[in-house]
């Protein structure tokens, strides 16, 4: 089976973009990264992408074509503490979405390697 499926599907995936974008709403350095006044298509797009990673539906490609994840984020400046914020945010979300142990395992660390990933600069 299918991570993706093992967890929930898209109710799982829909969950977490939406708690993680809670925490994000009240960051004063991560909300800057989201121009528009609603985050509600940045939640979408999370939650599509993070579907198709995990072997849901494939959307996001559709939509939007390759993930291209680091020039996507490029125009913003990630530092450490950038980074450290959303680990902190998506790991509140992880923890209330009631999953396995082994899935909660597996998926924080995707989550973590992929935060690691985005960093693009250490000036403050």
């Known amino acids: 089976m299918e991570f993706f499926e093992a967890v929930g599907?898209?109710?799982?995936f829909a969950k977490l973009a939406h708690l993680f974008?809670?925490?994000?709403?009240?960051?004063e350095v991560?909300?800057?990264?989201?121009?528009?006044?609603?985050?509600?298509?940045?939640e979408e797009r999370l939650r599509?992408?993070?579907?198709?990673?995990?072997g849901g539906p494939t959307t996001y490609q559709e939509q939007r074509g390759h993930p291209r994840l680091r020039m996507r984020h490029a125009p913003y400046k990630i530092n450490p503490d950038a980074r450290d914020r959303w680990l902190k945010h998506m790991g509140a979300a992880v923890d209330q979405l009631g999953l396995s142990e082994?899935?909660?395992?597996?998926?924080?660390?995707?989550l973590e390697r992929a935060a690691h990933a985005m960093l693009n600069t250490f000036d403050d």
């Open 9 to 12: 599907g898209s109710a799982v």
């Open 21 to 27: 974008y809670q925490g994000v709403s009240a960051d």
């Open 30 to 42: 991560l909300r800057e990264m989201y121009p528009e006044e609603d985050l509600g298509p940045a």
């Open 48 to 54: 599509m992408f993070l579907e198709q990673y995990w």
């Open 102 to 110: 082994l899935h909660r395992e597996e998926l924080w660390s995707y």
